[in-house]
């Protein structure tokens, strides 16, 4: 008995832009390539749907705010539907500000903005979210309170507001094993603060 034959054709073209655009380049300070977070984004999200435009938004969800290609090279490759889902999850750049002196603003714009996207966007940002989660998690249960120093801030209650504010932003997807999975990871890996 043969499996059933699905057209992944434009995710097969997504990955592979994925791949090329962040070629060569390590997961920070993981030691492992790049490209293995938004192909575990893409496997969250397919376990919420099977649309490949979701899909492949999923695969190039940091191609725009981590390589050189912009907004307008993923429309002319894929559609203004996977490029408007892009730029729903590039993060928000601060002129003149650190990263540590923008963080509490960038996080807040982004929190807020989640809230107001549609169910679509917040599938691809909930894919990055829970990749982000699991490897921190993985990370604390290795490094215990020395993970934060690994971030441009290093406050541990200002990761919990930032993660539960996500968390309530993505409340639309609740019932979904992914939200389900990233609720409960917030919940262990802030429950000291």
């Known amino acids: 008995m043969g499996e059933k034959k699905i057209d992944t054709s434009f995710l097969d073209k997504a ?13 920070r300070g ?10 575990e984004a893409v496997a969250i999200v397919a376990s919420i749907t099977p649309d490949q435009e ?6 190039l969800h940091d191609v725009v705010e981590d390589t050189e290609y912009t907004e307008e090279d993923i429309r002319k490759e894929f559609g203004d539907r996977v490029a408007k889902l892009v730029a729903s999850e590039s993060d928000l750049v601060v002129e003149g500000k650190s ?14 903005r989640l809230a107001k996207l549609d169910r679509d966007a917040k599938i691809v940002s909930l894919g990055d979210k829970l990749s982000n989660a699991r490897a921190m998690l993985r990370d604390y249960e290795e490094l215990g309170e020395k ?4 971030f441009h801030v290093n406050d541990p209650k200002l990761h919990k507001w930032h ?24 919940d262990k890996l802030f429950a000291k603060y």
């Not at 993981?30 to 192909?39: L, R």
């Not at 923008?102 to 807020?112: G, H, N, T």
């Not at 993970?147 to 690994?150: F, Q």
């Not at 609740?174 to 409960?184: I, K, L, P, Q």
């Open 99 to 112: 990263e540590s002196e923008s963080w509490v603003d960038r996080k807040k714009y982004a929190i807020d």
């Open 147 to 150: 993970l934060w120093d690994k």
């Open 54 to 59: 979701i899909l492949a938004a999923a695969a």
């Open 30 to 39: 993981k030691g492992f390539p790049y490209i293995v977070h938004p192909m």
């Open 163 to 186: 993660y539960e504010g996500l968390r309530n932003s993505l409340k639309d997807l609740d019932g979904t094993f992914a939200f389900e999975e990233f609720s409960e990871i917030v």
């Open 15 to 27: 990955l592979l832009y994925a791949i090329k655009a962040h070629s060569g380049v390590e997961r």
